[in-house]
């Protein structure tokens, strides 16, 4: 079993529509933790960064932690054509350098 | 400023040759990671450098792998009798360094390597 479990998808969702992106993970030491963004071939972009349990919002964008069952979320408001991309959950521990572990993302389309 | 630059972004070789890949981080950034993005499998941690530190290599997947980082910036990952099991796309992040983790990493846009 992986350590981060993410559903690769994909998705499907109309324009405008409220998408909800998923992760589950079994390392309890896991502290940071991250929502990367990655286009058709390019690298991952950071985000939405959330340290320990908690909510954080930026803009059309909420990251939730619930470290209680392992689990975290993000969801995207009023979704876009352009947030058609692949996302990823990332995370690490605090007693190491930020070696981050990777779900294997989530594709989503959104359509016009 | 420059962000992460990688070459080349594609190569293709025959299996058994040796490849050569190339990161460059931003500058002032004093770690350096490799990752590795194969289909269906996310992104797998490979190799970590920071500043004059002895590596962390826990994450190579065999001993044809091999990376350093000279002078503290650029670094070259070398894959040796390269086996079509090891296309994929390297991607290579650099950050500042914190101890105890929650830097951000930022990425450069990969080298997509295909073994043939």
């Known amino acids: 079993q992986k350590e981060v479990e993410q559903d690769p998808g994909p998705l499907s969702v109309p324009e405008g529509a409220i998408v909800s992106l998923n992760c589950t993970y079994s390392?309890?030491?896991?502290?940071?933790f991250m929502w990367y963004r990655q286009y058709s071939r390019k690298g991952p972009e950071l985000l939405m960064y959330?340290?320990?349990?908690g909510n954080k919002e930026d803009g059309r964008f909420t990251a939730q932690v619930d470290k209680s069952s392992k689990y975290i979320s993000l969801f995207i408001r009023d979704s876009q054509p352009s947030d058609s991309a692949t996302y990823l959950c990332?995370?690490?521990?605090?007693?190491?350098?930020?070696?981050?572990?990777f779900g294997q993302g989530t594709i989503l389309t959104v359509h016009p | 400023g420059a962000g992460v630059s990688q070459s080349p972004s594609n190569k293709v070789t025959e299996k058994g040759k040796d490849v050569e890949l190339r990161c460059d981080p931003i500058?002032?950034?004093?770690?350096l990671y490799w990752y590795r993005q194969s289909l269906g499998q996310g992104l797998e941690f490979l190799i970590y450098?920071?500043?004059?530190?002895?590596?962390?290599k826990s994450g190579l997947p065999s001993d044809r792998f091999s990376a350093e980082r000279t002078g503290g910036s650029v670094s070259t990952l070398t894959i040796q009798r390269t086996q079509q099991e090891d296309s994929a796309v390297y991607l290579c992040?650099?950050?500042?360094?914190?101890?105890?983790?929650?830097?951000?990493?930022?990425f450069g846009p990969g080298t997509r390597l295909t073994v043939l």
């Open positions: 990332a995370m690490s521990d605090s007693t190491s350098y930020g070696k981050l572990t």
């Open positions: 500058s002032g950034h004093t770690a």
């Open positions: 450098f920071q500043g004059n530190s002895a590596p962390d």
């Open positions: 992040a650099s950050s500042y360094y914190l101890a105890g983790g929650g830097n951000e990493q930022f």
């Open positions: 959330t340290y320990s349990s």
């Open positions: 390392n309890s030491a896991f502290q940071y």
